[in-house]
């Protein structure tokens, strides 16, 4: 029962996380922000990322215990977690990506054309 709620929590964290980032960009970059496009971001985007993140986070580790049933002890302690923070990695990034880094906005120049913000590791595409 603990690990069910620790996955919840851990969906609630990358919500929390993908919707800050997603607040974070537009600002850094001065693009596409003002009283509409910030409080849609912020009421709208932001507990529909986090009933996705847990939502993400409960269906991932469900479907890891289900396949993980008759494996080994080792690997049904270590893949259900490695598959959920998998999972939500990559919600966070696509979150970002669609979201986040808001391209066809202009900006004063603090930021490229795409509008990724200076912080975005250049690693992870955005």
């Given at each position: 029962?603990?690990?069910?709620?620790?996955?919840?929590?851990?969906?609630?964290?990358?919500?929390?996380?993908?919707?800050?980032?997603?607040?974070?960009?537009?600002?850094?970059?001065h693009a596409g922000t003002?009283?509409?496009?910030?409080?849609?971001?912020?009421?709208?985007?932001?507990?529909?990322?986090?009933?996705?993140?847990?939502?993400?986070?409960?269906?991932?580790?469900?479907?890891?215990?289900?396949?993980?049933?008759?494996?080994?002890?080792?690997?049904?302690?270590?893949?259900?977690?490695?598959?959920?923070?998998?999972?939500?990695?990559?919600?966070?990034?696509?979150?970002?990506?669609?979201?986040?880094?808001?391209?066809?906005?202009?900006?004063?120049?603090?930021?490229?054309?795409?509008?990724v913000p200076p912080w975005?590791?250049?690693?992870?595409?955005?």
């Amino acid at each position: 029962m603990a690990a069910w709620a620790l996955a919840g929590i851990h969906g609630a964290l990358a919500g929390f996380l993908a919707a800050y980032l997603v607040l974070l960009a537009p600002v850094s970059c001065h693009a596409g922000t003002g009283p509409g496009p910030d409080l849609l971001r912020l009421f709208v985007h932001t507990p529909a990322i986090l009933i996705a993140a847990v939502a993400t986070a409960l269906g991932t580790f469900a479907l890891a215990v289900r396949i993980t049933l008759s494996a080994p002890l080792a690997v049904r302690l270590t893949v259900p977690p490695l598959l959920l923070c998998t999972a939500l990695a990559l919600l966070v990034w696509a979150d970002f990506a669609w979201f986040g880094a808001v391209a066809g906005v202009p900006n004063p120049g603090l930021c490229p054309a795409d509008n990724v913000p200076p912080w975005w590791p250049h690693w992870i595409p955005a």
